[in-house]
């Protein structure tokens, strides 16, 4: 990726990068490294990820992950979320398939279909497995 530049992604998906203050900064000068994606040429951006240039060690990894996995306003606590590529004969990433929620969807070539709608969390189980291998189950 090149800073201030739109890059290519899977299918219709583009990128961005940039390097700003951000809408929340007291600080207007504080800059920082910021992560936009797009689903097609006719969406709208929205922002991924916010980094900044410091080196994070062991522990600092640790305690971020630490209350991802158990802040009960982490996204990752609310809700499942599984992702996978999906690949071509090459084996470059053309699409993904998505458990979130009830739903799996596929997105390819910047169409997504909902693939199953999950009724109980027994059909969750058996979709995992299905779909993203039996280390699931």
Known sequence: ?????????IGSVR???RYEALPGHIDRDQRMWAYSYRSSNDKQWLDAYAFEEMEFLPD???VMGLAT?????????QS???????LDGEGKAVGRDMLHG????KRV????EVEEELKSEEERVLALQRWFGDWAG
Do not use: N
């Open 102 to 105: 009830d739903k799996v969807t």
């Open 109 to 112: 070539g910047g169409k997504v």
């Open 69 to 77: 996995s158990t802040l009960r306003t982490s996204f990752f606590v």
């Open 60 to 62: 600092d990894f640790e």
């Open 80 to 86: 499942l979320f599984c992702v996978r590529m999906v």
């Open 1 to 9: 990726m090149i800073p201030g530049q739109e890059s290519e992604g």
């Open 15 to 17: 990128y961005w990068l």
